[in-house]
């Protein structure tokens, strides 16, 4: 028997949901919400910042890969070198042993004086982050005992809703001080976070360490997996980056080693039985892709809207930053009030609704040009943010059911690398698909401009009776007049690939989302709460 199928302490059962928590279980809520202060809201990475860090190491945009690639693969092996740390010392250290690697990784990052410097210590940082984060939440619900709907609804709000106010708050660092205190401002809270968890959060290591069988080999696959789409989405538009042999081997890597894991999966020959028994669950699975489609969709909005503002619109960082702060606070209330009032026959409505309403807001969105009005983003980003938010509860429900206890860490470490590969990959993706669909606009303004057709010359006689007027005539109107078309053909090429971004994720998630939530309701029917989980 594993420390991973010791059943926790429980208390009397309950029925209903709770109203008022014990002081044990306030102050354990405290310090767990530090910790999602710290390692969950800095996972969050948008371009609103991100050239403050790139322009401070004075590194090209490309080589900067190296840095997303240095933190992938600390993220990745921090989260089963956590899970393995949690069946040796128990979770309460381990949480406390990753906050202080997370420290001493955000230090290192804030003095890095080069590429290489920065790279390491992301690696650090990664590693000690999702040390911490692979066993946050199950050490979230173990306090809770049988306020499980508790700990649910507290997660869902503070690990998720409060992400889109990360921004704005890097944003107020980098303009204040420098883009250093990005990494140095987490360290005290870090820190204070590690203090309070050893503090209140209920002693668990067990009697005897245990050893957890980890496939590192399949999971050594998977890094590379990862790494290989980085590097081919991110290198994809590099000029002389590599040959188009090393690409095409890239693309290879990037399609054949998924084949590979799921057939030494599925062939029964892997040495982790946890991984084995969890993935043969449709529950589980189904909530994993709703999680995983969930994540994409937030981190590819937050993207295009972050490159929106400062590339075409040029907004301040702490402009941009604001305009996404409305998006934390209605999905923080969709996701309480759909956590406080659930009803089982309602749950898989709410998901399908959020799927269906927040693809209908990004098609809203893709309505946005260079002309928009700046206080009509907030909005949209308001209603989408409700939508989103009738999300996390239903799967995060499903989830905690459709498990065995015993696998509930396994399983919530695996969740934790469902959230961050999105987070590493999505926003290079989506990155480089607007920049090709902007580059193709483009194209198509320029032939224009060449065929003189009768829109162009319109143009082209106003806009050079314009500078006429001005005194200007022979060459210098000429130029003029050219400079300013083809501006207006580089911004609205750059709009037409945010626009045509954004639409292909509406169309996507409404299409995948749809089939995903139907199917996963389907699979929970016959689910139950779990016993003395407080909630019917």
Same mark, same amino acid.
């Given at each position: 028997?594993?420390?991973?199928?010791?059943?926790?302490?429980?208390?009397?059962?309950?029925?209903?949901?709770?109203?008022?928590?014990?002081?044990?279980?306030?102050?354990?809520?405290?310090?767990?919400?530090?910790?999602?202060?710290?390692?969950?809201?800095?996972?969050?990475?948008?371009?609103?910042?991100?050239?403050?860090?790139?322009?401070?190491?004075?590194?090209?945009?490309?080589? =900067?890969?190296?840095?997303? +690639? *240095?933190?992938?693969?600390?993220?990745?092996? @921090?989260?089963? /070198? &956590? !899970?393995? #740390?949690?069946?040796?010392?128990?979770?309460?250290?381990?949480?406390?042993?990753? =906050?202080?690697?997370?420290? +001493? *990784?955000?230090?290192?990052?804030?003095?890095? @004086?080069?590429? /290489? &410097? !920065?790279? #390491?210590?992301?690696?650090?940082?990664?590693?000690?982050?999702?040390?911490?984060?692979?066993?946050?939440?199950?050490?979230?619900?173990?306090?809770?005992?049988?306020?499980?709907?508790?700990?649910?609804?507290?997660?869902?709000?503070?690990?998720?809703?409060?992400?889109?106010?990360?921004?704005?708050?890097?944003?107020?660092?980098?303009?204040?001080?420098?883009?250093?205190?990005?990494?140095?401002?987490?360290?005290?809270?870090?820190?204070?976070?590690?203090?309070?968890?050893?503090?209140?959060?209920?002693?668990?290591?067990?009697?005897?360490?245990?050893?957890?069988?980890?496939?590192?080999?399949?999971?050594?696959?998977?890094?590379?997996?990862?790494?290989?789409?980085?590097?081919?989405?991110?290198?994809?538009?590099?000029?002389?980056?590599?040959?188009?042999?090393?690409?095409?081997?890239?693309?290879?890597?990037?399609?054949?080693?998924?084949?590979?894991?799921?057939?030494?999966?599925?062939?029964?020959?892997?040495?982790?039985?946890?991984?084995?028994?969890?993935?043969?669950?449709?529950?589980?699975?189904?909530?994993?892709?709703?999680?995983?489609?969930?994540?994409?969709?937030?981190?590819?909005?937050?993207?295009?809207?972050?490159?929106?503002?400062?590339?075409?619109?040029?907004?301040?960082?702490?402009?941009?930053?604001?305009?996404?702060?409305?998006?934390?606070?209605?999905?923080?209330?969709?996701?309480?009030?759909?956590?406080?009032?659930?009803?089982?026959?309602?749950?898989?409505?709410?998901?399908?609704?959020?799927?269906?309403?927040?693809?209908?807001?990004?098609?809203?969105?893709?309505?946005?040009?260079?002309?928009?009005?700046?206080?009509?983003?907030?909005?949209?980003?308001?209603?989408?943010?409700?939508?989103?938010?009738?999300?996390?509860?239903?799967?995060?429900?499903?989830?905690?059911?459709?498990?065995?206890?015993?696998?509930?860490?396994?399983?919530?470490?695996?969740?934790?690398?469902?959230?961050?590969?999105?987070?590493?990959?999505?926003?290079?993706?989506?990155?480089?698909?607007?920049?090709?669909?902007?580059?193709?606009?483009?194209?198509?303004?320029?032939?224009?401009?060449?065929?003189?057709?009768?829109?162009?010359?319109?143009?082209?006689?106003?806009?050079?009776?314009?500078?006429?007027?001005?005194?200007?005539?022979?060459?210098?109107?000429?130029?003029?007049?050219?400079?300013?078309?083809?501006?207006?053909?580089?911004?609205?090429?750059?709009?037409?690939?945010?626009?045509?971004?954004?639409?292909?994720?509406?169309?996507?998630?409404?299409?995948?989302?749809?089939?995903?939530?139907?199917?996963?309701?389907?699979?929970?029917?016959?689910?139950?709460?779990?016993?003395?989980?407080?909630?019917?």
């Amino acid at each position: 028997m594993t420390t991973l199928a010791a059943e926790p302490q429980s208390m009397t059962a309950g029925t209903g949901l709770p109203l008022l928590l014990e002081r044990r279980q306030r102050l354990a809520a405290l310090a767990i919400l530090f910790v999602f202060f710290v390692p969950y809201q800095t996972i969050v990475q948008t371009v609103i910042t991100d050239d403050a860090v790139r322009l401070g190491i004075e590194a090209d945009e490309y080589d =900067m890969t190296w840095v997303t +690639v *240095g933190y992938g693969v600390g993220v990745i092996y @921090g989260i089963f /070198v &956590g !899970l393995s #740390l949690s069946a040796r010392i128990g979770m309460r250290y381990t949480l406390i042993l990753g =906050m202080l690697v997370f420290s +001493v *990784g955000n230090i290192l990052c804030g003095a890095a @004086g080069g590429l /290489v &410097g !920065l790279a #390491l210590a992301r690696f650090v940082e990664g590693f000690g982050k999702m040390v911490a984060m692979a066993v946050g939440r199950v050490t979230l619900y173990k306090q809770f005992d049988h306020f499980l709907l508790v700990a649910i609804g507290f997660y869902g709000v503070f690990a998720y809703s409060t992400r889109h106010v990360t921004p704005l708050v890097n944003a107020y660092l980098d303009v204040w001080l420098s883009w250093r205190w990005m990494y140095w401002a987490y360290v005290p809270v870090g820190i204070v976070a590690a203090l309070l968890v050893w503090r209140f959060i209920r002693p668990d290591r067990p009697p005897q360490p245990v050893h957890l069988p980890i496939d590192w080999p399949a999971l050594t696959a998977f890094v590379a997996w990862i790494v290989a789409i980085t590097f081919a989405f991110a290198w994809y538009r590099k000029w002389g980056g590599w040959s188009s042999n090393e690409f095409v081997a890239t693309v290879v890597l990037c399609l054949a080693v998924p084949v590979v894991l799921v057939a030494w999966l599925d062939s029964g020959f892997s040495p982790d039985e946890h991984l084995n028994r969890i993935c043969r669950s449709r529950v589980y699975v189904l909530s994993l892709t709703t999680r995983g489609l969930m994540l994409l969709h937030m981190v590819a909005v937050l993207t295009i809207i972050g490159m929106y503002c400062t590339e075409l619109r040029g907004y301040p960082r702490i402009t941009s930053g604001w305009l996404m702060v409305p998006t934390s606070v209605t999905m923080a209330i969709t996701t309480f009030l759909t956590t406080r009032f659930q009803r089982r026959s309602l749950r898989h409505v709410w998901l399908v609704t959020g799927f269906v309403g927040s693809a209908a807001c990004v098609w809203w969105l893709s309505s946005i040009d260079n002309f928009t009005a700046k206080e009509h983003l907030p909005v949209m980003l308001a209603c989408w943010g409700a939508f989103v938010g009738l999300i996390p509860p239903a799967f995060l429900t499903d989830e905690v059911e459709g498990l065995e206890r015993r696998d509930m860490l396994y399983a919530g470490a695996i969740g934790i690398v469902g959230l961050v590969v999105p987070i590493i990959t999505v926003p290079i993706a989506t990155g480089t698909v607007i920049k090709a669909w902007s580059d193709r606009a483009l194209d198509v303004y320029r032939l224009n401009l060449r065929e003189n057709r009768p829109a162009v010359e319109q143009a082209s006689s106003r806009v050079a009776d314009y500078f006429h007027q001005r005194g200007l005539s022979g060459a210098g109107l000429q130029q003029e007049t050219s400079r300013v078309l083809g501006g207006f053909a580089t911004i609205e090429s750059i709009a037409h690939g945010f626009r045509s971004g954004l639409r292909f994720l509406s169309l996507m998630m409404l299409a995948i989302g749809l089939v995903v939530a139907i199917s996963l309701a389907r699979a929970a029917k016959g689910l139950r709460a779990p016993p003395e989980s407080g909630y019917t």
